[in-house]
């Protein structure tokens, strides 16, 4: 093996690296539009060989296309034998950055890869001309005296927590600098004060209908307030008007809704992210009908283009505004720009929800259907076979992890590494549990 490694060719020892590799994919893909990842070799350029089976070659690539996104347009994962040793090659190419793997974005700097900077991961959507609004960098009248600086701190406190920023704060100007949301003049940008501003410059509307239509009486309201303040009553008010079905687990009282929270949450979050503020007379709407939840905001999405290819990493996401969506993810309102549709996506196919969303000239509608039965799908309360705590806190450690691996868990939960063997094969005889993939790649699931 003659090769050296550099910023389109990294080495990785064991298959057992494979999530290290896709972040050292993601990040050639960002700098150089392509990258090669040799497994089985070692930094010095060694060849140590893989030991291959049928399943190695698809389990890579199903993990690749499962945490790389946008998918790039070349993806070639091959068994190559030099002197009677294989080994495993993966070679990208493609132009649709940024990419980022496993929820974040990365760029290579000599043979590392390196979390993007905020300016950084702004600087690839600014490329892309057509994508975003002009709208947000308009210079406004209003200055820091105009923000609420509490709810400045607030989000830059969850932006070091998500480890997306590493900053302490000082004072709001030097902060609405670093999120370039200040003017040269010391003014904020419009982006600025849409999601800061003490002086509530954003309306939402918000209605609760008995039936599915409009005709019959209902509460209909309008709420003013920031971005981030009309975020949270929007969300506040779908959760408080859906149904929820109580379920005891142990000794617990579970409540489960009849949509899944998370997949509201980030349907919330991209009417947000991707609404046009400058459309003069129509809003953000929220609206609970008996048979539906509909989502609506102003601005369709990018060139018409189907949240499936989206949600199928088929194409990068096409932001319009960069700026307020770049705050989002630097306090961890969203993960990898493009990947709430899949989520909301995969959720309600997990819980049987169906859905369906419309997308025109004037915006886009996302519409979550209810289930008619859902409180009598079963009985209120019923009592589920208990789980010891220990399991409990075994599932939990998977909830937070899905590649923790049998020894972390022994190391958690101070336990041999047959205690814990034992109860993940009783937690997967009772459905609990299952693993998806292989031992060395795969990931766990929680089934219940």
Known sequence: MKKKESEVLEFRKSISQLKEGIIGLCSMLNKHHKGELLFGIQDDGTLLGVKMNSHLLDNIRREIKSNLRPLPEVLIIQEVQENGISYVRVYVEGKDTPYSSYGRYYIRISDSDVLMSLNELQNF????????????????????????????????????????IDYVYKNAEETLKKLDLLTENKKLKMAGYYLFSKNKPLTIKLANYPTDTRV???????????????????????????????????????????????AIREIVLNSFAHCKYEMQGDYNQYIIYRSSIVIYNPGSIYKNVDPLKFASAEIGSKVRNILISSVFYKCGYIDAFGTGFDRTFTLCAKNNVKYHYSNDEFGFKFVFERKKDFLSMHETDKIHEQLTSFDENLIRYILENKYITIPDLARKLKKSQATIYRHIEKLTNKNKIRRVGSRKVGYWEIID
């Open 125 to 164: 959507f600014e490329k892309k001309e057509d994508n975003y609004s002009r709208w947000e960098e308009i210079e406004t009248p209003y200055t820091i005296d105009d923000i609420d600086e509490d709810l400045l701190m607030r989000i830059i406190r969850e932006a070091n927590e998500k480890g997306r």
């Open 216 to 262: 019959d009486f209902g509460e209909i309201k309008e709420f003013k307030g920031n971005i981030f303040e009309c975020i949270e009553t929007a969300l506040s008010y779908i959760q408080n008007h859906i149904s929820y079905r109580s379920d005891i687990i142990g000794i617990e009282r579970i409540e489960t809704p009849e949509i899944p929270i998370r």
